[in-house]
């Protein structure tokens, strides 16, 4: 047994905090004109809150993010081994990668190393396929989606999304879709938290915005 996994089965190193974790609410929507992500910026350390302006949003490529969640170091490093990888494909083909590619090589290395702490999203847009969100789960299971929701906050807010969720939303819409969903998982959940961070990725642009916790709807 590697000496990491023989940490994560001692309860004794779990007592003393645990492993860092961006247990974490993420979301993904494709809408009318592209794919907006979010996430909030809480990482924890067992009981205690390690970081709280945590981006977990990380760039792919030029049109390719993802959204991490698990044990922060897995996903860190998976994202920067996929970051490689595909800047080299990309180098490799004198085009813009497929979103899916990026995802498919998540896919492999996580089914490979099946001990890694990682449930991750891949989102972006190609001229292939348009605007695209992807869901790799620990073990290399993967699928697409219009929209999808992860992390520890996910399960407050199923409901809400089931109710308010729709497709060709506008931009607008889309955007107080995504930060309603992640104000009220951190309502909720002790493992989300901060503020919230966004992504929005179209054929033209990609644009960063932050909204921040005194503005959030749901977290007074």
């Known amino acids: 047994m590697c000496i990491r996994d023989r940490y994560m089965g001692n309860t004794e190193m779990e007592s003393l905090g645990g492993i860092e ?54 996903t860190q490093s998976l994202a920067k081994i996929v970051r490689h990888y595909i800047a080299a494909h990309s180098i490799e083909i004198g085009r813009l990668p497929q979103v899916k590619t990026a995802a498919r090589l998540f896919q492999q290395f996580m ?13 972006g847009w190609d001229p292939y396929d348009g605007p695209q969100v992807y869901s790799v789960q620990i073990g290399g299971t993967i699928y697409q989606e219009k929209f999808h929701i992860g992390g520890s906050g996910s399960s407050f807010i199923y409901g809400y999304v089931d109710s308010n969720y729709k ?9 107080k879709f995504v930060v309603n969903a992640v104000s009220l998982a951190m309502a ?28 959030l709807p749901f977290t007074k």
């Open 111 to 123: 089914y490979r190393y099946k001990q890694l702490l990682a449930s991750i999203m891949v989102a």
């Open 167 to 175: 497709e060709n939303m506008s931009f607008e819409e889309c955007r």
């Open 21 to 74: 974790t961006t247990g974490t609410t993420i979301v993904a929507v494709v809408y009318d004109k592209g794919v907006l992500i979010a996430a909030d910026t809480r990482t924890t350390s067992g009981n205690f809150v390690h970081d709280r302006s945590t981006d977990k949003l990380d760039y792919l490529h030029d049109k390719i993010y993802v959204l991490r969640s698990g044990g922060a170091a897995d």
């Open 188 to 215: 909720r959940d002790g493992s989300s938290g901060g503020m919230v961070r966004l992504v929005n990725i179209t054929q033209d642009a990609v644009t960063r915005d932050v909204v921040r916790f005194d503005d």
